[in-house]
């Protein structure tokens, strides 16, 4: 991330709706920590430049119908803060 010293990124990560929604909403937080604290391990990205989100199932993109879909759904994006 060195050439994008001003960039702040955020963590996102979704879920499924498969399974309770308030345990997907609990449970996605704590999956967004550890993936930032990979990222500050594997790659030595400091902590300070990276937040953790987790939105557990409240922003699809596809039908949570099917295996491909839930697939999909199931995911993490880094956005800008």
Do not use: K, Q
């Not at 994008?4 to 937080?29: E, H, K």
């Not at 930032?36 to 953790?52: H, W």
Request: proline share 6%.
């Amino acid at each position: 991330m060195r050439p994008w010293r001003s960039w702040l990124p955020a963590l996102l990560v979704l879920a499924s709706a498969a399974g309770a929604f308030d345990y997907n909403l609990m449970f996605s937080p704590e999956r967004a920590t550890a993936v930032v604290a990979r990222l500050v391990e594997s790659y030595s990205i400091a902590l300070g430049r990276l937040s953790a989100h987790g939105v557990g199932p409240l922003a699809p993109e596809e039908a949570n119908r099917n295996d491909s879909g839930r697939s999909r759904n199931r995911r993490v994006e880094m956005v800008e803060r």
